[in-house]
């Protein structure tokens, strides 16, 4: 079993709707959690953290943990164009300094 | 603020000639420094990660190496290139923390002939 799983993707979305994005991890200890947000060509973009369970809101965008079920999930709300990018999960294993990626999901949203 | 810089953005290199790439911080101090490598179409490899000057871990064995030689310099190194090492090369850093959020440099882009 992968660390850090994502779902294979490609998701195709269209615009205004809602995109949902999973992770599963496999280390139950693990305390932080994080999506990254990749365009074409371009390095990783951290967008948003959580460190514990229930939802934490950001604009459009909603991260949710289930530290009980090993689940970290991405919603973007009202979904744009300007969102097709691929986003990956990231985890942090307990005492490590270091973190554990997902093969990572590429989203596209279609106008 | 800080800020994390890496050259060259994009290099062409021929089989079995030497490779330096740079990465360095500002803004921080003493902070975690990462090496990964994504190739075309895949996900991170975490290659190289230091925790402080002169100290290396390394997480895959293969013709690369790292060194630390200042605070906020970090160094991915090769003798020798082969054509497996063609790839996208990220830096990372994160303030040493229990959350170890890790902020990305922008990249350089190694194509190996």
């Known amino acids: 079993q992968k660390e850090v799983e994502q779902n294979s993707g490609p998701l195709s979305v269209p615009e205004g709707a809602i995109a949902s994005l999973n992770c599963t991890y496999s280390?139950?200890?693990?305390?932080?959690f994080f999506w990254y947000r990749q365009y074409s060509g371009k390095s990783p973009e951290l967008i948003m953290s959580?460190?514990?369970?229930g939802d934490k809101e950001d604009g459009r965008f909603t991260a949710q943990l289930n530290k009980a079920s090993q689940y970290v999930s991405l919603l973007i709300r009202d979904s744009q164009p300007s969102d097709s990018a691929t986003y990956l999960c990231?985890?942090?294993?307990?005492?490590?300094?270091?973190?554990?990626f997902g093969q990572g999901t590429r989203l596209t949203i279609n106008p | 603020s800080q800020t994390i810089h890496q050259w060259p953005a994009t290099l062409v290199q021929p089989v079995g000639s030497p490779l330096s790439l740079e990465c360095t911080v500002e803004?921080?101090?003493?902070?975690?420094l990462y090496w990964y490598r994504q190739a075309a179409g895949r996900g991170l490899q975490l290659l190289f990660y230091?925790?402080?000057?002169?100290?290396i871990s390394s997480e895959v064995p293969q013709n690369l190496s790292a060194s630390r030689p200042q605070d906020r310099q970090f160094i991915l190194s090769s003798k020798k290139l082969l054509l497996s090492d063609s790839g996208f090369y990220l830096c990372?850093?994160?303030?040493?923390?229990?959350?170890?959020?890790?902020?990305f440099g922008p990249g350089t882009r190694l194509t190996v002939l």
């Open positions: 230091s925790v402080g000057i002169g100290q």
């Open positions: 280390d139950r200890g693990s305390q932080s």
């Open positions: 959580i460190y514990s369970n």
């Open positions: 990231a985890v942090n294993p307990p005492s490590a300094q270091k973190l554990v």
């Open positions: 803004g921080t101090s003493n902070p975690n």
């Open positions: 990372a850093w994160t303030q040493t923390s229990v959350y170890n959020e890790q902020f």
